[in-house]
């Protein structure tokens, strides 16, 4: 799993046990699935960090859960995660923190690895290939309830 670097910024993602392997194995999960290769960093961070970066970068000034700057080099990118967000959308949806973080995760390194998913054509690539990712990480389908 090298290349992978986890930076806690936030320390309230530490107060889950077992959660930064979780998400370094679900990074590497989908690093594999997309045979992307290289070294990307993940920042767990806070909502107001997340807003700052989205505001900065995508003109949206207010928190996201997840947000993804790809690299066409060695260096694949960045992905920002916002601790209040993931927490609350996943006590919205009844699903547990790890899994949702887990999804979001995924769901970065996908795009680090090129997939979108703005068109629905894309969606219909990126979003069973998540499916396929959290199962064989023993986490439910995320998008079962939108459906």
């Known amino acids: 799993m090298s290349g992978i670097t986890l930076v806690v910024e936030d320390r309230a993602w530490r107060s889950h046990r077992g959660l930064q392997a979780s998400l370094t194995r679900a990074a590497d999960a989908a690093r594999r699935s997309a045979k992307l290769k290289g070294g990307f ?21 207010k928190p996201t859960n997840v947000l993804s700057f790809p ?10 995660i916002a601790y209040g967000v993931t927490k609350k959308e996943a006590r919205a949806a009844g699903k547990a923190f790890a899994d949702h973080a887990s999804h979001l995760v995924v769901h970065g390194v996908l795009h680090l690895a090129g997939y979108d998913h703005e068109r629905a054509g894309d969606a219909k690539v990126m979003e069973p290939l998540e499916v396929k990712i959290l199962k064989r990480l023993g986490i439910a389908d995320p998008y079962a309830a939108a459906s």
């Not at 960093?41 to 000034?61: E, G, M, P, Q, S």
């Not at 690299?71 to 920002?80: E, F, L, P, T, V």
């Open 71 to 80: 690299s066409n080099g060695a260096y694949r990118g960045d992905i920002a």
């Open 41 to 61: 960093t993940i920042l767990l961070a806070n909502d107001r960090k997340l807003r700052a970066l989205n505001r900065d970068f995508r003109r949206k000034d």
